[in-house]
């Protein structure tokens, strides 16, 4: 459930009942996929509610709107103070933020927008560590050309991708694609980093032709710490058949936790991998120590 009667959501430069919260049919965005976007978490923590990694999520979506010739009227210390009177407008602590920074104008010609609107929802997002591992599958779709779009970006557009290689992915009978780039390395999944294990070290794609998740650069960050070390390079699928273990990041599902690659199935149980070991040290991590605790499996990913 995204909202009652009682949510609010920020639209038009104000606090709104989410009910009345529109957009016209003929909005550029609706059309050309021209939007940009973040997928933000908040939690419940020692010290209170807090917003994981605001900072860089908000840098993240500047940068898209820069990259996407789409005016952003906000800063980021306001998108800070707007989303944590949001969160305190609907009571929430333990939270999935939703910004959206869209063009209103007419769809009549295609050129960047001359104005947007910032959309900010929010919804409770249980605390969870994820359970449930996913079977992958090599998806016949590639990630977008970074020749052909920004693909550091969060752009609404992208996700036709995404959710068309997800569906392929699923009607195959799989849980999750797993997509490579334009010259055949693996790239990420439709809305997750990948990484795979190898001898005590972890190898994930490099930056420039994937979304350079903010939960991937923190995992990076935590292994390093651990004296684990992490491989930023790129990967053919073949490569995945010596792996022994793979895991997915995205701030929605954190880390989670792969079973197999089309039929390549990992033999070390999952709690035996690093993956696991970084899944436990990041709940710690985004929860500040406090609240980690398992009340209901993962169900569903979120981009
Ligand atoms: N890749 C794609 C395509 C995504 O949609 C996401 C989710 N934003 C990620 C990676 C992970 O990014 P983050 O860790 O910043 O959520």
């Not at 840098?59 to 969160?87: F, H």
């Amino acid at each position: 459930m995204y909202f009652t009667n009682h949510t609010l959501v920020f639209h038009g430069g104000q606090f709104i009942p989410a009910e009345q919260a529109q957009c016209s049919l003929y909005a550029s965005s609706l059309h050309y996929g021209h939007a940009v976007f973040e997928g933000i978490r908040a939690y419940d923590t020692a010290n209170g509610t807090r917003v994981f990694k605001i900072k860089e999520h908000y840098e993240r979506l500047a940068y898209s709107c820069r990259a996407t010739s789409i005016p952003l009227a906000y800063s980021v210390q306001e998108l800070t103070d707007i989303t944590y009177q949001l969160l305190k407008k609907n009571n929430l602590s333990n939270a999935y933020i939703r910004p959206l920074v869209y063009a209103p104008d007419p769809m009549m010609s295609i050129k960047a927008p001359t104005s947007s609107s910032l959309f900010m929802a929010a919804w409770e997002w249980g605390n969870y560590f994820s359970n449930q591992l996913t079977r992958l599958t090599i998806s016949p779709y590639q990630r977008p050309n970074p020749k052909s779009v920004p693909i550091e970006a969060k752009v609404s557009g992208h996700y036709a991708n995404s959710i068309i290689a997800s569906h392929e992915a699923k009607s195959r009978g799989y849980d999750e694609a797993l997509l490579l780039d334009i010259n055949g390395y693996v790239a990420e999944g439709p809305g997750s980093n990948f990484f795979y294990e190898w001898d005590g070290a972890l190898y994930t794609a490099p930056a420039g032709n994937i979304l350079q998740g903010i939960t991937r650069n923190t995992i990076i960050e935590l292994a390093r710490n651990m004296g684990i070390p992490v491989f930023e390079e790129f990967f053919t699928p073949e490569t995945l058949h010596h792996a022994t273990g793979a895991f997915l990041t995205g701030t929605a599902a954190e880390v989670v936790g792969v079973a197999s690659i089309d039929d390549h199935v990992f033999e070390t149980p999952y709690e035996a991998t690093i993956g696991a070991r970084l899944a436990a040290a990041y709940a710690a991590l985004v929860r500040e120590e406090v609240g980690a605790r398992a009340t209901r499996p993962a169900v569903e990913h979120s981009a």
